[in-house]
């Protein structure tokens, strides 16, 4: 019986190995094809003298979590934005969940330009601070994309895909602002992280 569970012991240590390891590959693949995209399509030639790159933290597991999705539809508004533009979202609900035993709560908001297009379906934004904010990564915030079902109760959160608005890399663009109350009192080391560049 020892040896049947030491075997399996093994065999689930190298079978989580394999899928952390593959999880990261292919994250890191995807990581590359962005940014290749990110600098050669938004950043114009001094923006990419200034951000040569994106600084990713390192991929990790451990910011994959499970939230618990309460939904809470509030009345459209115009949400702030780092420069002139009129762009209105409403309220979806709340996703909460735990790191290292914290336990933290974000708003989830969707842009009502984007709730009627099929392709956005099930597309919702999470727009967040935390204790890294202004430390390894961008002073204003960062960002993550949600995909799941109104009917839903639990979402899966991957913070290793979280990203910086193009406000990060350049002032030309209009970006929204993280809503105070989204701010959760962790360190978010996963996604991008954020090297500041003397002009």
Known sequence: MKTILLFLS???????AFSQDH?????????????KEFLSQVLNEEERR??????????????????DFVKDVGAA????????????YRKMGTLSFRIN???????VYQNLDLAGKKEFKNYYFVPFKD????VSTYGAGKYLDCYFSRKTKKVRLDFNTSYHPYCAYSDRYSCPIV???????????AGECYVGHDE
């Open 179 to 189: 809503p105070k109350e989204n701010t959760i009192p962790v360190s978010i080391t």
């Open 77 to 88: 508004f115009a949400m702030p934005m780092s420069k002139e533009r009129t762009v209105y």
């Open 10 to 16: 093994i065999f689930y240590a190298i079978g989580n």
């Open 131 to 134: 204790a890294t904010t202004a």
């Open 50 to 67: 200034i951000h040569p790159e994106i600084c990713f933290f390192p991929v990790d597991k451990s910011f994959i979590v499970e939230a």
């Open 101 to 107: 035993d914290t336990l933290c709560t974000l708003n």
């Open 23 to 35: 999880y990261a590959d292919s994250l890191t693949a995807e990581r590359k094809k962005h940014e």
